[in-house]
């Protein structure tokens, strides 16, 4: 399945990453809007969450990576959307 939304965070601890070897969330962002996609280059874990609860709608799917616990993020938008209703 492709996604409908992409949002995507920024580097944790880029000074531990070289600059090649570093994901560059503005230039995928950039790739996937030239191919017609809607994304989002995020600055918080909240402003992640303030998009996911704005957009998602009831039987949508959404899905979280991340390689640490991510501020809570995973946890702290399930409270959000059920506050949402």
Not at 42 to 48: G, L, P
């Amino acid at each position: 399945l492709e996604a409908d939304h992409t949002l995507i965070a920024p580097v944790y601890q880029p000074e531990k990453i070289a600059r090649e070897e570093r994901l560059d969330p503005e230039k995928i962002v950039g790739e996937l809007r030239a191919k017609g996609k809607e994304a989002l280059s995020c600055h918080s874990t909240d402003e992640i969450i303030q998009q996911i609860v704005s957009k998602a709608r009831e039987g949508d799917i959404v899905c979280l990576m991340s390689n640490g616990g991510f501020d809570n993020l995973a946890s702290r938008l399930i409270r959000k959307l059920e506050e949402r209703g």
